[in-house]
Each structure stands twice: as C-alpha cells, then as structure tokens.
C-alpha cells in the first residue's frame, strides 16, 4: 500500500506502535499530543510507572522455560527495531526465532487475561511483525503476549498478511493527522471518561 503524499518528514520522524495504539483508540488523541504539541503527563500514571517496572523485572528473569512452551530455538531481549520502509520504530521484549523458520515478538503485558485479547495488544505486535521481517528478512506469522498478573500466562496470537495490511493503512492516516488533518473523535464515548483531552475536544 503507498503512502499518500504529503509533507511528513520521512527521514526525521518514526512513528512507535504507542503512538498506533493511541492511534487507533482514538485519531484525536495524536491529534492534540503530536499535531498540537499538548502533553499527555504519561510519565504521571501509575499503570504506566508499574508497567515499566514489570518489563523491568521480566528483562532481569530467566524465561527459558517459555522457549519450549513456543518451539523457540534462539532468544533475543529488550530488542530495538526500525522499519525503515514504513518509518516506524519500537522496543519489543523479545523477538524469537522458531523450529519452522519463522520469527515471533513476544511482549509481557502487566494486565489479567479476561478471556478476551484486545485489539490494541494484536495491533501491537503486528507492527513488531513489520518491523522484525525488514530488519531480519524472515516471515512472522504469529506474536506471543504473555500477562503478568494472570500468573504469566501465555497466548499466542495469529499475524495475517491482512493484519500486517491494515497496519500499513493506519500509518498512512496517522502522516494525515500529523500534516493537520482534524479526525472524528472516537464513537465509543467510554473512551472519553478519563481522556486528559477531554475539556477541549470537540464533541
């Protein structure tokens, strides 16, 4: 899929799946942290402070245990990737390599599995996905996401051509926004109860 042209900066600015996350829970949200330079006071929140220190930890542990739980022959940790096709950029927990050939991201979650994965987390690794078969020239076709308060358990998660596609498009809208496109706010007004933005959105 191309990119539409515009006057993003290719060469200054990668974008980081955080920022796809914000994205795609709601346009509006990078429209006042990035186009409009409001800060969010992410730094603040404590979910954020624990989750850092969760991936902290999990860095320092031995997690052999999960290579054989996913036919991984080779770890790598706390891995920086760039993709320079698609200008985006991230830090995955671990990328492994698996018995078939093929490459995972694998990404520790500081949060309870309730039967459900979200969106949010799949879109997450599926940029990993892009950004791993650049950089390693492999095929990734799945990710693993293991939850730390639900006694590290871990699931895997399928990663379609269609997945990897749809990522693509959601790069292509965020270089919109970051040019000065103002977006539809969210549907899902829920979203919106503790927004820091939400004394100046435009409903």
Known sequence: MKSSQSSFNEHKYFITPSEIIEFSYCQRFIYFMKCLG???YEGNRYKVQVGREVHEKRGRENRDYLRK???SISRENNVNLVSVRNNIRGKVDEVHTLEDG???PLDYKYAKYNNKIYKTYKNQLNLYALMIEE?????VTKGFLVYCRGENRLLEVAISKKD???MLSYIDDYKKVLNGFFPKATRYKARCIDCCYKNICIK
Do not use: D, F, L, V
């Open 38 to 40: 409001i800060s969010q």
């Open 69 to 71: 739980k996913i036919s």
């Open 102 to 104: 093929t490459m995972a």
């Open 135 to 139: 950089i390693y020239g492999k095929t």
């Open 164 to 166: 990897k596609e749809e």
